[in-house]
């Protein structure tokens, strides 16, 4: 009775300490919640004051020749920020790294 106590107990360890490993996108999510981010309405002038220059400007979407308005789109390291024209309607943590379970970035 011991032993097969031991074995499951170890048996037990041993699973729990690999789960312990994987990092939950939700879990760095949450813990970017707390990292500043530009918020709604901020000017893209007053998020490059604060945030600095983005690693990369994606192409504009939409605009003039369509019924929707121009989107832009900056990239940070640790988020992405969107905005309409020249103001910021939404900043969100970029997608999970390969070490992460979760979504998986798409392949381009």
């Known amino acids: 009775m011991r032993l097969f106590l031991a074995l499951t107990t170890a048996a ?16 760095r999510v949450q813990q970017q919640a707390a990292a500043p981010m530009p918020t709604r309405g901020m000017s893209m002038s007053d998020v490059e004051a604060r945030f600095g220059a983005p690693s990369q400007r994606l192409d504009p979407r ?24 020249s103001r910021v309607i939404d ?14 970035p798409p392949i381009r």
Do not use: M
């Open 12 to 27: 037990l360890l041993a699973t729990a300490s690999s789960a312990s490993a994987d990092t939950l996108l939700i879990d």
């Open 62 to 85: 939409g605009g003039q020749k369509s019924q929707w308005p121009t989107i832009n789109r900056w990239v940070y390291p640790g988020f992405t920020v969107y905005f309409e024209k």
């Open 91 to 104: 900043a969100v943590a970029n997608q999970a790294t390969p070490g992460e379970t979760g979504p998986k």
